[in-house]
């Protein structure tokens, strides 16, 4: 199953500091770890995003199309980085979770907080009818 986790941004990474070298060391440990065991069948495509004042947002409301360009308010609110993984389960996708916040615990200390999503994926299997219509 292929899920993928969404890490919210934090207002160290809306001010476009760079990650933290430690930080990025464990993660690379953690994913190697993860990847022997088992418990990680494949990374898809992982990585960070850069602060919102470089990006914008397009919205559709009332049959009209607006953009608005970043920074945008809030940074808990905004995804950060991502990253796209094979697993077994759910049950499996949410440890994967737990375990890359309890890197952050470790290298950054008890004041730091942060936030995970885990969604899952779908691709034309999941959508009767979509494949054949693709001409799959």
Same mark, same amino acid.
């Given at each position: 199953?292929?899920? #993928?986790?969404?890490?919210?941004?934090?207002?160290? @990474? /809306? &001010?476009?500091?760079?990650?933290?070298? =430690? *930080? #990025?060391?464990?993660?690379?440990? %953690?994913?190697? =770890?993860? !990847?022997?065991? $088992? %418990?990680?069948?494949? !990374?898809?495509? @992982?990585?960070? *995003?850069?602060?919102?004042? $470089?990006? &914008?947002?397009?919205? %559709?409301?009332?049959?009209?199309?607006?953009?608005?360009?970043?920074?945008? +308010?809030? &940074?808990?609110? %905004?995804?950060? $980085?991502?990253?796209? !993984?094979?697993?077994?389960s759910l049950e499996d996708?949410? /440890?994967?979770?737990?375990?890359?916040?309890?890197?952050?615990?470790?290298? !950054?200390?008890?004041?730091?907080?942060?936030?995970? /999503?885990?969604?899952?994926?779908?691709?034309?299997?999941?959508?009767?009818?979509? &494949?054949? /219509? +693709?001409?799959?």
């Amino acid at each position: 199953m292929r899920f #993928m986790m969404l890490v919210k941004a934090t207002v160290d @990474s /809306e &001010a476009g500091l760079p990650p933290n070298p =430690e *930080l #990025m060391a464990a993660i690379g440990r %953690l994913t190697e =770890e993860q !990847m022997t065991s $088992g %418990l990680l069948v494949g !990374m898809i495509d @992982s990585g960070g *995003l850069l602060p919102s004042a $470089g990006g &914008a947002r397009v919205r %559709l409301a009332g049959g009209r199309v607006s953009t608005v360009d970043g920074p945008f +308010a809030e &940074a808990k609110e %905004l995804v950060g $980085g991502y990253a796209i !993984m094979e697993v077994r389960s759910l049950e499996d996708a949410v /440890e994967l979770g737990r375990q890359f916040m309890a890197v952050h615990a470790e290298v !950054m200390g008890p004041e730091y907080e942060g936030e995970l /999503e885990i969604r899952p994926l779908f691709g034309a299997e999941e959508v009767p009818g979509f &494949a054949a /219509e +693709a001409g799959a």
